[in-house]
């Protein structure tokens, strides 16, 4: 906003006061005496490796529209991103003006008051022409906090050379995944499926494929311990004690991505961010030979998780209107069409669909009818404090160190010391 002085005095004066964030004459919301943006705009992206060079490249270019802009690109791993946000806004000490959140984080984000509102003119164009499920996760108590960048879900990776060596076809459900898994042995000697044991957004598809949640926020109650809740845990580690399936506690996905790239499992359960990854393995140098099914379903239906990444604005950001702007930018259509010729990322605007570039990715094309039919997960605040307790238990479930019922009833007990008052 303008403090409403003479250009030359706002000069004069800010001039002396330029902080480090910014850099340049402007007010505090990033916007030069005459109307101009400038300063910096520092970025923190939880991009993984094969994808945060674009993300870079795309970042930076935000240059070519506002020269006087600098953008200060700074990668976060996706693992340390969430308490590091934490920390750097609960301070004020170097903190980002804006954040690449997973859907899950903007709710807490909200709550704690560290994110600054969308600007209304914004937020009607987010609710128009974004996909609803995508703008819903940006939300908290009716407010928009976020713009959508990407949206994802999870769905069945596999080797289709290994499969046909085998004589099976990607398995729909459970039952069929083990079979293909015995028939997999049997030709090639190699494991049918790798299961992640050591990050519990892997068990999502196996709740809901029990036709259960982890929780029932409508009615405020834990229901990851409940009927559903037990044949899931039962499910993961019917998958690896069969032999259908192999997994690691630790290190899980670059454990999984290696054994799926070299040929030593014949299926994963991963996401649209691991297309790129994968292409580098040997096994899919001719990128035909991978193949993505749907999750396979459980004894109720199949059913993936919503995911994704929001873009989020620092409330105490010296920087708003650029860093809203950046946001803006980062989030077009243009921007979204190329992430997704580049990185087979889906988009979260509704018209890039259209779009030739998306058209013509067949990974795009597969994931979208997924992500439409995706569980979306609650947006309340606790969202991801759920997945630590969440994960211990399921990993001891997966490894067989706990009964698929103690893990379950674990898994409840702490939720409901993290959802006070929650049934």
């Keep these: 906003m303008r403090r409403g002085i003479a250009a030359t005095a706002l000069v004069a004066t800010l001039a002396l006061a330029a902080t480090a964030c910014g850099g340049d004459t402007k007010d505090d919301s990033g916007t030069q005496a005459g109307g101009e943006l400038s300063g910096t705009v ?22 070519a529209k506002h020269p006087k802009v600098t953008v200060k690109y700074v990668n976060v791993p996706y693992g340390d991103a969430q308490n590091k946000v934490k920390n750097a806004f609960s301070s004020g000490s170097e903190a980002p003006d804006v954040i690449r959140a997973d859907v899950g984080w903007v709710a807490d984000f909200a709550s704690l008051g ?10 009607k164009k987010v609710d128009a022409d974004f996909l609803p499920q995508a703008a819903a996760s940006g939300k908290y108590e009716g ?10 879900t999870l769905g069945l990776f596999y080797n289709k050379k290994m499969l046909a060596d085998a004589g099976v076809q990607p398995p729909k459900n459970l039952e069929e995944l083990k079979t293909a898994a015995a028939a997999i ?31 029932d926020a409508k009615n405020k109650a834990v229901t990851v311990d409940n009927e559903a809740g037990v044949k899931a845990f039962k499910a993961a580690r019917d998958l690896v004690a069969s032999g259908a399936a192999v997994t690691n506690s630790t290190d899980g996905y670059q454990n999984m991505q290696t054994a799926f790239k070299t040929g030593q499992v014949a299926m994963m359960v991963n996401g649209p961010w691991g297309i790129k990854d994968t292409y580098a393995g040997e096994q899919f140098t001719d990128k035909a030979n991978l193949g993505i099914a749907p999750v396979p379903a459980g004894s109720v239906k199949a059913g993936g998780p919503q995911g994704g990444h929001d873009l989020a604005v620092y409330a105490g950001s010296k920087n708003r209107a ?12 243009e921007v979204q069409v190329q992430s997704a ?28 009818p997924a992500v439409d039919k995706a ?8 969202n ?40």
């Design 375 to 382: 569980v979306e997960r609650a947006w309340i605040p606790e």
């Design 341 to 368: 010729k580049e990185l087979s990322l889906l988009p979260t605007r509704t018209a890039a669909y259209d779009q030739a570039d998306v058209k013509s990715n067949e990974m795009v094309q597969f994931f979208k």
């Design 322 to 333: 650029a860093a809203h702007a950046f946001v803006e930018y980062m989030t077009s259509q």
């Design 114 to 123: 560290y994110l600054d509102q969308v600007p209304a003119d914004t937020a």
């Design 185 to 215: 042995k049997a030709k090639t000697g190699k494991a049918g499926l790798y299961l992640r044991g050591d990050d519990s957004y892997w068990f999502l598809p196996l709740i809901y494929g029990e036709g259960g949640d982890l929780v």
């Design 143 to 152: 407010k928009t906090y976020a713009v959508p960048q990407v949206i994802d």
């Design 42 to 63: 520092t970025w923190w992206d939880t991009s993984n490796d094969a994808e945060k060079a674009s993300f870079q490249k795309i970042a930076e270019a935000f240059t």
């Design 384 to 423: 991801g404090s759920l997945f630590e307790p969440l994960k211990v238990e399921y990993t001891k479930a997966v490894t067989g160190a706990s009964t698929p019922e103690d893990a379950a009833k674990a898994a409840g007990a702490e939720f409901r010391k993290i959802l006070k008052g929650w049934k």
